[in-house]
């Protein structure tokens, strides 16, 4: 048997330890050297980009938060839609801060304690937890309305999965999807995995998203 620095040779060449100790530590020094840019490629295929259009209705998840609902509120006053359509599914706890008990409702009074009248603002109430059933659920009030496009807002890590969802619920029907998503200050492209927050929204997004895929929801 035959031995070179890096490899052994017996009927067939293999690499020795110091080889592969080598090859290890050159590609943790490349992770480490390059992390900034692969961690910041990570945001990019889970976040899209914004796409934010004209439409006939604005959709945003009532879940979401005061920012979010603040966002509709003002894409609809500056023309970016005929209509709200606010989601969500019953309130789990402190139901005693609201006058309804489920987040569409809520989101609902907010937008009207904006100066938007009440019969622009639809609610989508579901009655199971989830994007799949909220997608769902609008089917009938998008129909019934006759909405042909909507822009979606919904925080910038949650977008990818909303989306996707929506789209394959109305597969087959000629509906565009515009996006506009709110950055979270602790899920920005620069910084998602240099706190606990950002790290828990990406990460636990993605095995939804598998999740969901596996369900055929996406």
């Not at 799949?132 to 979606?152: C, D, G, Q």
């Not at 029907?173 to 606990?196: G, Q, T």
Request: charged share 20%; aromatic share 18%; proline share 2%.
């Amino acid at each position: 048997m035959k031995y070179t620095l890096f490899f052994k040779r017996k009927t067939s060449w293999k690499t020795t330890l110091l080889c592969k100790s080598v090859i290890l530590i050159v590609f943790l020094l490349v992770i480490i050297l390059f992390r900034g840019f692969w961690l910041q490629s990570i945001y990019v295929h889970l976040v899209p980009e914004p796409n934010i259009n004209v439409a006939d209705a604005i959709l945003v998840e009532g879940w979401a938060g005061d920012e979010e609902v603040q966002f509709a509120a003002d894409l609809f006053k500056r023309g970016f839609g005929k209509y709200i359509f606010t989601t969500g599914y019953k309130i789990g706890r402190f139901t005693e801060c609201y006058k309804s008990d489920n987040y569409a409702e809520v989101a609902k009074e907010q937008i009207s304690k904006m100066g938007i009248k009440d019969y622009k603002i639809i609610p989508i109430t579901q009655s199971e937890r989830g994007t799949y059933n909220e997608a769902v659920a609008s089917r009938f009030l998008f129909e019934k309305y006759n909405i042909n496009s909507v822009l979606i807002v919904t925080p910038n890590w949650h977008m990818l999965r909303t989306y996707l969802t929506y789209k394959k619920v109305f597969a087959g029907k000629s509906i565009i999807f515009y996006l506009a998503p709110v950055e979270a200050e602790m899920c920005r492209v620069d910084n998602w995995w240099k706190n606990h927050d950002g790290l828990e929204y990406l990460f636990s997004g993605c095995l939804k998203l598998i999740y969901y895929w596996y369900k055929g929801y996406i």
